[in-house]
């Protein structure tokens, strides 16, 4: 049994998908099958159904993918102590961000640190805070870009930057006329919110006291801030976008931006890790990065706002 065995085993397990597997992989699907089919020989169990449409782990498949992670993460675990002690910025860095975060923060850093760093394999996904979380535990990615949560056993976060919510209204809509929203005044209007478990909507159903968000007929969850911006930018309803998008707006978009009145609800960003993360040097190098990419007011949080 070898550490690339595992990786298979464990690539197979997250993707159901062969293909998708070795692709990630950077081996061919053959030889992914192969060394799986090896491993599977050497141990006298099948750990994979397979059939047309799905690939699907035994019982025992289960608990051997379960081992082998914490195997593999052990593993990566002695080089990464090698490359800190060596300072090295170098090798692979995964980090996973929240998708109410990446499209407006990693346009402002991502390719210049990519440039500046070429011996760095950077690998970013987007995922919900809880998977990031489980990501983290399981040695999946290295770091997490999330907003700040409340139980962090086992973890460590460290404050980026604060970013207000901003509503972004129709003009059809009644409160297209005022300067500024408040919270009181969002109960009854169409809005257009997150699917549950996207942080960004439950601190405003939260903060703003939205208690029929859940049952609201003129409460709709399709999961995209941009698709929402559309639904609106077309003439109908009320959504949120986070501080960073603004930078992103044209002119016409612009005039569709409302702030919300003072206490201007806001979340405080940060990077979360585990608490036995070892590659202290590369995740200060890409919390410089973030930090000197945002507006120098947004690395604290001031009066105005309230933490949400």
């Given at each position: ?32 099958s192969a060394m799986i089919q090896k491993l599977e020989a050497e141990l006298g169990v099948k750990l994979f159904e397979r059939s047309s449409q799905q690939v699907v782990p035994t019982a025992i498949g289960r608990m051997v993918v379960e081992q082998a992670w914490r195997v593999l993460s052990r593993a990566r675990k002695i080089k990464d102590i090698v490359d800190e002690e060596r300072n090295a910025l170098s090798g692979q860095f995964r980090i996973g961000i929240l998708p109410t975060i990446a499209p407006y923060l990693l346009p ?201």
């Amino acid at each position: 049994m070898t550490l690339q065995q595992m990786e298979y085993i464990v690539a197979v397990y997250r993707l159901r998908h062969f293909a998708k597997a070795a692709e990630q992989c950077g081996v061919t699907q053959p030889t992914l099958s192969a060394m799986i089919q090896k491993l599977e020989a050497e141990l006298g169990v099948k750990l994979f159904e397979r059939s047309s449409q799905q690939v699907v782990p035994t019982a025992i498949g289960r608990m051997v993918v379960e081992q082998a992670w914490r195997v593999l993460s052990r593993a990566r675990k002695i080089k990464d102590i090698v490359d800190e002690e060596r300072n090295a910025l170098s090798g692979q860095f995964r980090i996973g961000i929240l998708p109410t975060i990446a499209p407006y923060l990693l346009p402002r850093f991502f390719t210049r640190l990519m440039a500046e760093y070429p011996d760095i394999d950077f690998r970013v996904s987007e995922m919900k805070t809880a998977d990031c979380k489980k990501a983290l535990s399981r040695g999946e990615i290295d770091v997490a870009i999330i907003v700040a949560v409340e139980d962090t056993e086992g973890f460590v976060q460290d404050s980026l930057y604060f970013e207000q919510f901003i509503a972004y209204v129709a003009e059809s809509d009644s409160l297209f006329q005022s300067k500024a929203i408040r919270s009181a005044d969002l109960p009854g209007h169409f809005l257009w919110l997150l699917d549950e478990g996207h942080c960004f909507r439950d601190q405003l159903v939260k903060f703003c006291n939205i208690k029929s968000a859940c049952d609201s007929k003129a409460t709709y969850s399709l999961g995209s801030i941009e698709t929402f911006m559309r639904m609106v930018e077309s003439g109908q309803g009320i959504t949120f976008i986070p501080e960073l998008a603004l930078d992103q707006l044209s002119a016409s978009q612009k005039k569709l931006v409302r702030p919300f009145a003072i206490p201007i609800p806001t979340r405080e960003v940060v990077m979360l890790t585990t608490k036995t993360f070892v590659r202290q040097g590369m995740k200060q190098m890409v919390t410089d990065a973030i930090r000197n990419s945002v507006p120098q007011r947004m690395l604290k949080m001031n009066n105005t706002e309230q933490r949400v």
